[in-house]
């Protein structure tokens, strides 16, 4: 049997319809969509979307976006949309650690440079210049200097990291003893051209026999003259044996203390006979005294004098300046023992043969060899010369009447 289906006209034109507005409506929505692409770090996708704004872009795209972030976008060949994310870096240099603000696609040298860090010829730095920051990286700059080291009889010039004296020695290689010396001191900072020395301290122990010198015994005796001398045993030095430990500073002695010693020879005195104490008094000048007389001075003019003294007279002079009795110190005026010859008294000076003049004089100053017996008179001089000249002499002291 079969069934045919029948529909009425007008019903067929009127479902025809809905369907033809159907198709219409969904041929329109896919027209008006719009392509977008969103780079966000180092992903890149496309989105369809209803509308051309940027913030219902990313809004569509389900794109959530921090305060740091930056956006960017460029119609000139479709919609591209960049994010360039914000965040930080650590860059470290000159004791010193910073967090730096920085966005995805920024370079090393753009961080350095945000921190206001300049670079040096000699500088080094944790990472390349050019590549692009990343979250969490650390920059780290390394100053270098040049120095001089001197050790060990030689001199470096390397190229050391910023630091101490004592890490710039190991940073070059240099090791140091326990004891060595370092000029400047350890922990001083350095700089370009600082010149770091180096002196090694170091200890020995050495032996070596040595000499002890002989003493010499000094005898009065009475059987020597005044003046001479007799050595009547001969002196020998004697040895010692000697163990010293040496501190060294680059070789050269600088300490020595003794360890051990001993003599293994003795020293034996030298033995000295000089004049005894009565050979000398009886050899000491005497003061020689007389009655009153005449005598011609130098002009052959006759003086007469009450007595005159003998003794051993000497010269001085001085700078001006006055004599104990308040006189000026000048030719003339002489020093005596006033319990001898009484200040003021008035004098004529000669030699007992008359060849040596010193003239006339008057008793106006001391000393302390006058006053201790030694000299009768002190005889005043112009000049050290004649002083010189004068030396030590026998005069005659005549007291004029």
């Known amino acids: 049997m079969q069934m045919e289906l029948r529909f009425p006209a007008k019903r067929f034109v009127a479902f025809a319809m809905m369907i033809i507005v159907f198709l219409s409506s969904v041929v329109t929505a896919v027209a008006t969509t719009i392509a977008a692409t969103i780079v966000d770090g180092g992903k890149s996708y496309t989105v369809q979307v209803f509308s051309a704004d940027t913030e219902n872009i990313l809004e569509q795209a389900h794109v959530t976006l921090d305060s740091d972030d930056l956006v960017a976008r460029n119609d000139d060949h479709g919609i591209v949309i960049t994010i360039r ?8 240099a000159d004791g010193k650690s910073t967090g730096v603000p920085v966005h995805t696609g920024d370079t090393v040298q753009y961080a350095l440079d945000q921190a206001k860090i300049s670079l040096g010829t000699n500088d080094v730095v944790s990472e390349p210049l050019g590549k692009a920051v990343s979250d969490g990286m650390k920059i780290a700059v390394t ?3 040049k120095v001089n080291i001197v050790f060990d009889g030689g001199k470096l010039s390397p190229l050391v990291p910023e630091g101490t004296v004592v890490q710039a020695l190991k940073s070059a290689g240099v ?5 060595d010396l370092v000029t400047p001191s350890a922990d001083t900072k350095v700089k370009d051209g600082l010149t770091i020395a180096v002196k090694r301290v170091t200890y020995r122990e050495t032996k070596a026999t040595e000499e002890i010198p002989f003493t010499t015994v000094v005898k009065e005796s009475s059987s020597v003259s005044q003046g001479a001398s007799r050595i009547t045993q001969a002196g020998q030095n004697g040895l010692r044996e000697a163990v010293y430990r040496e501190k060294l500073i680059d070789g050269v002695v600088y300490e020595r203390e003794t360890v051990s010693s001993g ?8 033995i000295k006979l000089v004049a005894s104490k009565a050979v000398l008094a009886a050899a000491k000048p005497k003061k020689a005294a007389s009655s009153g007389g005449t005598v011609k001075d130098k002009n052959g003019e006759t003086i007469r004098y009450s007595r005159y003294i003998s003794g051993i007279c000497t010269a001085y002079t001085s700078n001006g300046g006055t004599t104990a009795t308040g006189r000026k110190a ?4 002489i020093a005596v023992d006033p319990k001898v010859i009484p200040y003021g008294t008035r004098l004529y000076i000669a030699s007992p043969n008359g060849k040596t003049v010193y003239g006339y004089a008057i008793a106006a100053d001391t000393g302390g060899a006058m006053l201790s017996g030694r000299v009768l008179a002190d005889l005043y001089y112009d000049t050290e010369s004649e002083c010189r000249s004068f030396g030590v002499r026998n005069m005659r002291l005549y007291i004029l009447a």
């Open 175 to 179: 090791k140091l003893g326990k004891e």
């Open 85 to 92: 994310r914000g965040f930080r870096v650590a860059v470290s």
């Open 263 to 270: 003599i293994t020879k003795q020293p034996v005195a030298q």
């Open 330 to 333: 000048k030719v003339g005026h």
């Open 143 to 145: 100053r270098r200097y």
